[in-house]
């Protein structure tokens, strides 16, 4: 991930590592390397916390989380979302999401992300990497009053989103007013910055995700880009080992004319809260789709976090992109199964992506052990549970 300075308004994000930002206020009052020098950010900054202050009894907090969580996101220093010295809106925001304390990307990436510096972060995909570099990007915006409230606590962030299909007059339109963060993809921005559309004189910040920096993988282009245009970037790889621990992986072996009958026994064998099924082209998911509602199933939105099985309809060709579908299961920490249909012309591919990122993809058993996937058979007890 990589960030860079500029001198004024933060309009795309970026991500940071290690170090800390603690310490009296009175001594935050006087950073200049976090505020740029500029007096308003630094007020914005300095909106904290007080000691004394009980306005968490005041958050609508979700229901606690209790499902176990691996050492991809538990493996902490122990610091504190309160140790960054965030405003208390931002503070209110991720309580109110169910987030309790920074996992270790997040922990490593904000603070040096306050302070402006480049940053080339590496971790696993479903450990918070998104959070990490958008705490900071609205931890540094500063909003005007009159700015029109699009979030509960944060009053006036303007967020726009445009990618290949937006329609260019509406992209005209909405950046002819304010807009302090822009989520696009890179020929999408770079289009717009061509045409004159995106002025981008005073942008702060700017991420890369999963593109090139903020990733589980590097490609071999990152480092000729690191070098062309980050100066001297803060490092952070937690990426001893390249897929998450809670997720464990499986393969059947079947025919091309099996997949679909494979995938419906799996339906009846595994106890699925919320899947995603991934194929290798668009057709083939909107066939599939077909197939598996004649089949008395349907396919909805989801949410995320509930997933606990990703199956692989198709192999992945890549490495990066296998790891990319199998982080959609077990995410922030928790436990979850990958299944691969494998044909005889992936058997191969199946080696290689094993020996490429150092993992065992073992044959599906007959009978899948629930504990290792199943949320009620691996949660903590409530507290009046426990003995």
């Known amino acids: 991930m990589s960030t860079a300075r500029t001198e004024n308004p933060v309009i795309m994000g970026l991500s940071s590592q290690n170090g800390q930002l603690r310490g009296p206020m009175n001594q935050l009052k006087n950073t200049n390397t976090i505020n740029n020098g500029t007096q308003q950010q630094a007020e914005s900054m300095t909106s904290t ?28 220093k122990g610091n504190e979302f309160e140790d960054d010295c965030l405003k208390r809106e931002l503070l209110m925001g991720i309580f109110e999401m169910g987030w309790e304390k920074p996992s270790p990307i997040q922990e490593e990436s904000i603070p040096i992300a306050l302070s402006g510096r480049n940053i080339l972060a590496r971790a696993k995909n479903g450990t918070g990497k998104s959070s990490a570099y ?44 304010t807009v302090h963060v822009v989520i696009a993809t890179p020929g999408g921005i770079l289009d717009l910055i061509k045409k004159g559309v995106a002025k981008v004189d005073h942008v702060q910040m700017i991420v890369l995700d999963e593109i090139l920096l903020y990733s589980a993988t590097f490609p071999l282009s990152v480092q000729k880009f690191m070098n062309s245009h980050l100066q001297k970037p803060y490092e952070i790889n937690l990426m001893e080992e390249l897929t998450l621990k809670g997720v464990t992986q499986y393969y059947a072996y079947v025919t091309e004319r099996q997949k679909v009958h494979c995938l419906n026994t799996l339906f009846s064998r595994i106890q699925i809260n919320q899947s995603i099924i991934f194929c ?43 790891l990319h579908h199998t982080g959609r299961s077990g995410r922030f920490g928790h436990l979850g199964l990958a299944i691969n249909l494998i044909t005889y012309d992936d058997r191969f591919n199946l080696k290689s992506i094993e020996e490429q990122l150092g993992t065992e993809i073992k044959p599906i058993p007959s009978n899948t052990d629930k504990s290792l996937y199943v949320a009620e058979y691996h949660s903590e007890p409530m507290e009046d549970e426990k003995p």
């Open 134 to 177: 958008f705490i900071p990007l609205l931890e540094r915006l500063y909003l005007k009053k009159d700015n029109i409230q699009v979030s509960k606590h944060m009053g006036g962030a303007k967020v726009m989103a445009t990618t290949g299909g937006t329609n260019l007059q509406d992209d005209i339109m909405r950046l002819d007013d």
């Open 49 to 76: 916390i007080k000691p004394g202050d009980d306005w968490k009894k005041t958050l609508k907090l979700p229901p606690k989380d209790l499902r176990i969580k691996t050492l991809d996101v538990t493996s902490t």
């Open 280 to 322: 290798n082209s668009s057709q083939r998911v909107e066939l599939l789709a077909k197939k598996i509602s004649q089949l008395g199933h349907f396919s909805t939105c989801i949410d995320i976090q509930a997933v606990n099985v990703v199956i692989n309809f198709d192999f992945p060709k890549l490495a990066e992109t296998y």
